[in-house]
């Protein structure tokens, strides 16, 4: 099995927008418990609301109560994908991987550093559009991720081929 490894450029810009995906969504997160403290703030009138909220569960408020679960697997799922970004083989495919990684981290430091125990804290959302559940910039990092992967998945020749489809030039029996 050949491992082929993304140059450094490309790793280290996978975890700067990982960091960067980090850093934005718990400075929104830490505005949001400051300004949002006292009430809601109506952006655009019918459609976007800042309102605080608190999830313990994971999307759509399931799995409430499992946060320390959701937490340590965000993390194993990180690391994850952090070794398939620097072993992919398809161009552009580490973008996806720091979106996810950076959102799946801002909701990890959360549960950790959120609650009274080990990482049973609940994760900040805050923005409201009024027809999918109230959520955050690392939410949204994580479903632009998906949605890109699936994208890319589609795309004609997405797909690489394998190692010994490339380099099999012997004959095959009859």
Do not use: C, Y
Request: hydrophobic residues 55%.
């Amino acid at each position: 099995m050949r491992i082929v490894r993304q140059p450094p450029l490309t790793r280290i810009s996978t975890a700067a927008i990982a960091i960067a995906i980090v850093m934005a969504d718990q400075l929104t997160k830490a505005w949001a418990q400051r300004a949002l403290a006292d009430g809601s703030i109506e952006i655009i009138e019918g459609f976007l609301t800042f309102r605080l909220t608190f999830n313990s569960g994971a999307a759509f408020s399931s799995f409430v109560g499992l946060g320390s679960v959701i937490a340590f697997l965000a993390v194993g799922i990180s690391v994850f994908l952090w070794v398939a970004a620097a072993r992919s083989e398809r161009s552009g495919e580490w973008i996806v991987f720091a979106l996810i990684i950076g959102g799946a981290m801002g909701n990890a430091i959360d549960r950790f550093l959120r609650g009274e125990g080990l990482a049973d804290g609940s994760v900040v959302d805050f923005i409201d559009v009024g027809f999918i559940p109230v959520f955050n910039i690392a939410d949204s990092a994580i479903t632009v991720g998906v949605v890109l992967a699936l994208f890319l998945s589609f795309l004609p020749g997405a797909k690489p081929q394998s190692p010994d489809h490339e380099t099999n030039d012997a004959p095959t029996a009859v």
